[in-house]
């Protein structure tokens, strides 16, 4: 499944502002915001943290990458141009969660 499809497959973030993730101890590491050209990062990400108990865990990056579907290897080859991507290729690697916090809108 391609990603514009998996979007209308996943809950609406329209009630939400941001999403801030966060380190353990409570560092902001990023902030998705609900404008144009993050709203479907925002989507994914919200989508995961309600799966996996309010944090992206290795697990959570993994299936979030599924849902980027034919973004991933533009990712790949192309660091830094999908830095929502590039974040979850490297905590799907990793062994840390990291805590989704949401802003309402």
Known sequence: MNF??????LPS???????QLQDADG??????ENKPGQT???VVYAALAALYG?????????????WYAEH???ARAFPGK????????AWAEGSESYRAVSIAA
């Open 72 to 74: 991933v290897a533009d």
């Open 54 to 66: 309010g944090s992206i865990t290795p697990a959570a990056a993994g299936l979030g990458l599924e």
């Open 40 to 42: 479907g990062s925002l």
């Open 82 to 89: 999908h830095p929502n991507i590039d974040r979850l290729l």
């Open 4 to 9: 514009a499809d998996r979007l209308k497959q």
């Open 13 to 19: 973030a329209s009630h939400l502002a941001a999403l």
């Open 27 to 32: 560092q902001v590491l990023a902030t998705i």
